[in-house]
C-alpha cells in the first residue's frame, strides 16, 4: 500500500513537471526576445506582448487559410508550418522593427519614459488590429463592447485543427507510470532550449552578435570602438521579433487557437523572466521562463489555480525592488537611472488672461450642464457624472505624473481599492452591516475611502521609492495587475468576478442624493476641490521639490531634498483615486474588478498626456476628450454606421463598427501626443549616482 501511494505521489509530482516545463518553455522564448530588446535600449517595449499576441492570429489565419488538418499528407503539413513559421518570423521582424522606428528611434536621446509611453500606444493601436482581426476571421461578428469604465471588448475565440502528434511518450517507452508526456510537450521544449543555445552562441561567437553585447553593456564606449549603434538596436529588434513570431507560432499550435487577451499579460510574465535570468542572458531567460512554468503548475495544483497569477506578480515584485538586475545579472549603475518624464511635463498654456478666460468657461460650463441637458433634451447626464470621475482620475494621476515625475502604470487598481471600500462600508446586506450604526455620511465614506487608498499608496511608493524610469512603471503595472485577480479571489468579500451590486444611494448630512443632477454636482464639486488643492500643491514647498527631484534627481538630493517626498505623491496620488472610486461605486451603485482593467489605467495616462502632464486644467480637459469621445461620440457614430449598414454590406461594417475601435483611437491619440511633444523638447542631461 505504502509503495502504490509513493508511486502514485512520484507520478504526479512527474507529471506537473511535465506541464509545467511545456508552458515554461512558450514563456521562455517571449523572454529570450525580451531580454535582447531590452539589453540594447534599456526601455520597456509594452509593445512585445501584442506584437506576439496579432502574430498568433496570424499565424491561425495562415494555417485555416492553407486548410491544414491532420489527415493532410504529412510532406504538405511540414510544408504548410514551415510556411507558417516563415511568415510568423517575417512579420514579427517587420512588425517589431517598425515599432522600433516609431516608438524608440525619435526619442533616442529622450527621457527613457517617453519611448515606454509611446509603447502603450502602439500596444494598444495592435490590440485593435488584434480584435478586428479576429473578429474577421470568427466570422464577422463584431464583439460585444462595453462602453461604461472598462472599455474591455469580449474577444472572439477562433480554433484551428490539432496538427502536432499526441504520442504519448512514456506509454511509448514501455515505462508503467500514469503520466502523460506527449511528443507535442517535448518539441516545444527542445525548440526552445535550441533557440537559447542558438542566440547564446550568436552573442558570443559572431561579429554582429559581440556588437550587441557591446552596446548592450556600455553603448557610449561602443560607439567609440567603431560599433553602429544603429544598426545593433535594428539588429536586435529585428531578432527579436523573429522570436516574436517563433513563440507565437509555438503556442498557436500547442493551444490550438491565438492568444486571447491583452499583449500586457504575457510581456509582464517575459519580462518577470528576463528579469531573474539577468537583463542580456538568453539561457538565463530560458531558465527562468521554465521555472515560472514549473513553479505555476505545482502552484496551480497544490494551492489553487486562481492564485497562481497572484504569486507570479509578487515574485516579479520582489525581485525588482530587491535585485532588479537579476540572480546572475551584474550590477550596473544605469540600471535605476532616468525617472522624470521631462519631455513631456508641463504643457501650460501661456498667459494669465487666457487661462483665467478657459477656467472661466468651463466653470460656468460645469455649473449649467444640467439646465442645457434638460433644455435640449440631450439625456447624458450620467455620462458627464462619469466624464467628472475620470477628471478625478486624472488629476490623480496628474500629481504623480506632472508634478513628481512617477509614472503609475497601476494607478486604475487604487481605483478599484476605493470602490470596493466605499461598497463594503455601505452595502446594506455586506460583511460590516451589522457593524456600523445605520447609513454613513457620504462624507465619511470619502475619508474612509481615501485614508485605506493612501496606505496602499504607502505600500506602493515604499516599494518603488528607489526605482526609476520603466522599472517603476513595470512594478506598478504588476500591482495594478495584483490587486484585481486578489479580488476575484476573496469571492466571499469582494463578490468575486460580479463584484458588490445594488449599493445604497450617497447619504449627505442625512439627505439621499437620488436623483442623476444631484449627483452630477456632487461630483462637480469633488472634482473643483480636487482642482484647487493640486493648484496650491504645485505653488507649495512640496510641489517645488517634486518639480527639483522630477527635473534631476541627483541635483535634488544634492540641494537636501529628501527622497521620502516622492512617497508622499503617491499618498496623494492613491488618496484621489479612493475618493474617485468611491464615487464612482456610490453613484453607478456598484463596484467590480473592470475597474481596476489596465485599460483603464492607459485611459487616465491618455487623458494626462493629451491635457498636458503637469496641468491641472489639461487633466480635466484631456478626460473630457477621452470619455466625451468614447461615451458620447462613439455612440453617436455607432448609431448612424448601423443605420447606414442596413442597406448593405452589413457583415462587413459590423466586423469595423467604430464602436470596437475604441482602443485603436486612444492609443493613437496617445502615441501622437508623445510623438509631438516628446520631439520639440530638449534633450535631457542626466547625472549618475
Known sequence: MTCGIHLSCGALLLQLLGIGLSNGAIIALNAIGVTLVYGAVRTINFAYGDLFALTTVLVTSVIGGLGLHAGVHPLLLIAGLGLAVAVAMGFGMLLNLGIEQTAFRPFRSRARQIPLIASIGLSFILFQVALIWRTIQVGFGAPDHHSDVDHVADVPHGSIPELLPKVNLVRATGLKLDVSYTLKDLLVLLLAVGLALLVSWYLRSTRSGRSLRACAQDPELAELCGVNREAAIRLTFALGGALAGIAAFIFAMYYNRPFGQHGAQSGLIAFAAAVLGGIGSPIGALLSGLLFGVLSSFSDFFLQTQWTPVLVLLI?????????????????????????????????????????????????????????????????????????????????????????????????????????????????????????????????????????????????????????????????????QLVPQVAVNLDQLTGGVQGISALPAPRLFSYPLQSPVQRYYLALAVV?????????????????????????????????????????????????????????????????????????????????????????????????????????????????????????????????????LSYGSFGLALYLTVLLRGRRQPARVEVST
Open 528 to 660: 473643483l476641490l480636487i482642482a484647487l488643492a493640486s493648484q496650491r500643491l504645485i505653488r507649495s514647498r512640496i510641489g517645488r521639490a517634486w518639480a527639483a527631484l522630477s527635473a534631476d534627481e541627483a541635483a535634488a538630493l544634492s540641494c537636501g531634498v529628501p527622497l521620502r517626498t516622492k512617497l508622499v505623491a503617491f499618498i496623494l496620488g492613491a488618496g484621489v483615486a479612493g475618493i474617485a472610486g468611491a464615487l464612482f461605486a456610490s453613484i453607478f451603485s456598484y463596484a467590480n474588478t473592470d475597474q481596476s482593467d489596465f485599460t483603464i489605467s492607459a485611459t487616465v495616462l491618455a487623458m494626462v498626456i493629451i491635457g498636458g502632464a503637469g496641468s491641472v486644467r489639461g487633466a480635466v480637459i484631456g478626460a473630457f476628450l477621452i470619455t466625451g469621445y468614447d461615451q458620447i461620440l462613439i455612440p453617436l457614430l455607432g448609431d448612424w454606421v448601423q443605420r447606414l449598414s442596413q442597406s448593405g454590406g452589413r457583415q462587413l461594417l459590423g466586423a469595423f463598427d467604430v464602436r470596437t
Open 316 to 480: 516579479l515584485i520582489v525581485l525588482l525592488v530587491l535585485r532588479p538586475t537579476g540572480i546572475s545579472g551584474a550590477e550596473r549603475g544605469d540600471q535605476l537611472s532616468e525617472g522624470a518624464l521631462g519631455a513631456v511635463a508641463s504643457n501650460r498654456p501661456s498667459g494669465g488672461l487666457r487661462r483665467r478666460w478657459l477656467t472661466g468657461v468651463m466653470l460656468i460650463l460645469g455649473f449649467g450642464y444640467p439646465l442645457l441637458d434638460r433644455v435640449w433634451h440631450l439625456n447624458e447626464q450620467s455620462v458627464m457624472t462619469s466624464i467628472m470621475i475620470f477628471a478625478l482620475l486624472a488629476l490623480g494621476l496628474n500629481i504623480l505624473l506632472g508634478l513628481a515625475g512617477l509614472l503609475d502604470l497601476g494607478y486604475a487598481a487604487i481605483f478599484a481599492i476605493g470602490g470596493y471600500t466605499c461598497a463594503l462600508v455601505t452595502d446594506r446586506y455586506g460583511h460590516l452591516a451589522s457593524v456600523l450604526p445605520g447609513p454613513v455620511d457620504f462624507l465619511i465614506v470619502l475619508v474612509v475611502c481615501a485614508l485605506v487608498a493612501g496606505c496602499f499608496g504607502i505600500v506602493n511608493g515604499a516599494l518603488t521609492l528607489r526605482l526609476r524610469g520603466d522599472y517603476l512603471a513595470i512594478v506598478t503595472l504588476a500591482f495594478g
